[in-house]
């Protein structure tokens, strides 16, 4: 997230390197808080959807890091469209799904994980179908956040079977186009129940695992939870994974 918002205490990456600020560089196992300032301009026009999505990477190592998983994105709600926590007051649950070819190649040994080509055709930095979270109620409306990042060989176009969205509010589609650095809101009526494929629809990334399962669960049946960190991004929940120097 480059210009999405001010970082006042830290540094503002519009500079050029080196940066500058107590926030440009954090040290492992070390802890710094940013405040971000959102203007009017780091949401959306009043003729966009209700809320936005900007990425945030670190460029310390810019590289190394996004390949390692250092990258996150951060949603910016019309304050006339939210409900009073800042989720879009007219969706029902909102994913993220970040295209991205995790690439080990330039990677320090002690840090790869032994793949023979160091290459993870990845959504959110799972392959071959085996992303969680993509559940869904049938008839919710469903708020996607769809990002590329990377290099030459991501380029990406997003694809649903069974499902169709609006693209940020202007056209209806199955196919969203990702180039790295891409943002992307895709709005969706969950209106078919199943089990669907969610991929990218170039022919090699496809092969190499760039696929997920939506589900959208049948009224009258068990529900999608509803509960955050499971309603909320696709993300699974890691309870037995504490994060890096928590207590
Ligand atoms: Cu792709």
């Not at 300032?37 to 959807?49: A, K, L, N, Y």
């Not at 029902?92 to 080990?104: C, I, N, Q, T, Y």
């Not at 869904?136 to 708020?143: A, F, I, P, S, W």
């Not at 990042?149 to 940020?168: F, K, Q, S, Y």
Request: proline residues 8%; contains cysteine.
């Amino acid at each position: 997230m480059d210009r999405a918002a001010l970082i006042k205490n830290g540094t503002n990456s519009t500079a050029l390197p080196p940066f500058q600020g107590r926030g440009a560089a954090v040290a492992p196992n070390a802890k710094f808080t940013y405040v971000w300032f959102c203007d009017e301009q780091s949401g959306p026009m009043p003729s966009e959807p209700s809320s936005k999505a900007w990425i945030y990477h670190s460029h310390v190592a810019n590289e190394t890091e996004v390949n390692l998983g250092l990258d996150g994105f951060i949603v910016v709600t019309d304050p006339k469209r939210a409900r009073p926590d800042g989720t879009p007051n007219d969706v029902d649950r909102e994913m993220g799904a970040l295209f991205l070819v995790f690439d080990e190649t330039g990677l320090p040994p002690e840090l790869r994980e032994g793949a023979a080509d160091r290459q993870r055709f990845a959504i959110n930095g799972y392959v071959f179908g085996n992303l969680p979270g993509l559940d869904m109620n049938e008839g919710e409306r469903v708020r996607w956040y769809l990002f590329g990042l990377g290099t030459e060989i991501d380029l990406h176009t997003a694809h649903w079977h069974g499902l169709r969205v609006v693209e940020d509010g202007r056209r209806r589609t199955d196919v969203v186009e990702l180039l790295p650095a891409s943002m992307k809101v895709a709005d969706m009526l969950a209106e078919n129940p199943g089990d669907w494929l969610f991929h990218c629809h170039v022919e090699e990334h496809m092969m190499f695992g760039m696929f997920a399962r939506v589900t959208v669960r049948p009224k009258g049946g068990p529900e999608a939870s509803r509960e955050p960190g499971r309603a909320f991004f696709g993300l699974p929940v890691r309870d037995t994974e504490p994060a890096v120097g928590a207590k």
